[in-house]
């Protein structure tokens, strides 16, 4: 089975920075789509951002583009997302997700096949 570990997250303030891991086992990671997703109380899932198993193509939700980055070592078979100019509204859980489902890195809760337990990011004003 595999398993994705998330961690990096914490309390920050507003305008700060995180970076997040994923880190992945049981898996041939480079085969794997991989993306974010993050969950604030009493709201749906919501993409944040995905990458492609080479890491050479990667798309942003349009309200983190410009301050969030994604990217991938394979070697590591680690995952990360790098957060700046954070914002209150950015409070929420965080997730990382695994495809076998696509190769293009997809928006899409529903192309995902394994994820993690999630970390929690909390940006006070």
């Known amino acids: 089975q595999v398993h994705l570990v998330e961690s990096g997250g914490g309390l920050v303030q507003a305008g700060g920075s995180l970076r997040l891991s994923c880190a992945a086992s049981?898996?041939?990671?480079?085969?794997?789509?991989m993306g974010w997703f993050r969950q604030a109380p009493g709201k749906e899932r919501e993409f944040v951002a995905a990458?492609?198993?080479?890491?050479?193509?990667?798309y942003y939700a349009d309200s983190v583009k410009g301050r969030f980055t994604m990217s991938r070592d394979n070697a590591k078979n680690t995952v990360y997302l790098q957060m700046n100019t954070l914002k209150p509204e950015d409070t929420a859980v965080y997730y990382c997700?695994?495809?076998?489902?696509?190769?293009?890195?997809?928006?899409?809760?529903?192309?995902?096949?394994?994820w993690g337990q999630g970390t929690q990011v909390t940006v006070s004003s």
């Open positions: 997700a695994a495809s076998m489902k696509v190769w293009e890195p997809s928006v899409s809760v529903r192309d995902y096949d394994y």
């Open positions: 990458i492609n198993g080479l890491g050479s193509k990667i």
């Open positions: 049981r898996l041939t990671f480079s085969n794997y789509a």
